[in-house]
């Protein structure tokens, strides 16, 4: 069964930063493209970066360019989002995602809240 | 980037009765190299992510009821719940993924009349 779990969610000042893990098992990770969808309180799914299997092609939405960066690391099934100079409207639920274009398999989510 | 416009915002459908929601991209989502259209439907239910439900515009998930259907090409998609049901209740996104970023539609809220 595949499983995604996320963790290092949190409350954070704007300027602050958070790094995000998501633990996948259940399948080979290594053979997957993987992404990250938020969704932030009320609206629907925004998707933000998306990483290749070895971690050298990347794509980001705009909103985020510059400030936060994708990345895995396949022997420990692991991938990650750092998040820099956060702001008010990256306030969201942050799910991991198997990417096979569409993403088949989600994990429950990580909450990110940035307030003073 | 792609936009993705859903319509109705939101649906009431009577139990055993037909829902019909529509999805349009600004641009063609269709791959003519394989004549793919890269376009899914997800239902997302209170307190869960979305759970996909049909890809490639048209193919139905393992384990999704056959209720749920999914039609269109190019730029206008349709998702069809042929015979509501009340676990149907929910929010229904459509996502494309031709190119970064993958938009989603804005969401449409179905529920019972």
């Known amino acids: 069964e595949v499983q995604l779990v996320e963790s290092g969610g949190g409350l954070v000042q704007p300027g602050g930063s958070l790094r995000l893990s998501c633990a996948a098992s259940?399948?080979?990770?290594?053979?997957?493209?993987m992404k990250w969808v938020r969704q932030a309180p009320g609206k629907g799914p925004e998707w933000v970066a998306n990483?290749?299997?070895?971690?050298?092609?990347?794509f980001y939405v705009g909103s985020v360019k510059g400030r936060f960066t994708i990345s895995r690391d396949n022997a420990k099934d692991s991938l990650y989002l750092q998040m820099n100079s956060l702001r008010a409207e990256d306030t969201a639920v942050y799910y991991c995602?198997?990417?096979?274009?569409?993403?088949?398999?989600w994990g429950q989510g990580t909450l990110v809240t940035v307030s003073s | 980037d792609i936009v993705m416009t859903q319509s109705p915002d939101s649906l009431s459908v009577s139990l055993g009765e037909r829902a019909t929601i529509n999805c349009k991209s600004s641009?063609?989502?269709?791959?003519?190299?394989?004549?793919?259209?890269?376009l899914t439907w997800y239902q997302q239910k209170p307190g869960q992510p979305p759970k996909v439900l049909i890809s490639?515009?048209?193919t139905r998930e393992s384990g999704v009821p056959d209720r749920f259907s999914g039609s269109g090409s190019g730029t206008d998609f349709t998702l069809t719940i042929s015979s509501l049901q009340t676990e149907d209740v929910a929010v229904y996104y459509c996502q494309q993924y031709y190119s970064p970023p993958h938009t989603f539609g804005q969401g449409t809220n179905l529920e019972i009349k």
């Open positions: 490639w515009a048209s």
């Open positions: 995602v198997r990417d096979l274009g569409y993403g088949d398999n």
């Open positions: 990483i290749n299997q070895d971690g050298n092609e990347k």
């Open positions: 259940g399948f080979t990770f290594s053979r997957y493209w």
């Open positions: 641009q063609s989502v269709l791959y003519s190299s394989n004549n793919k259209n890269y």
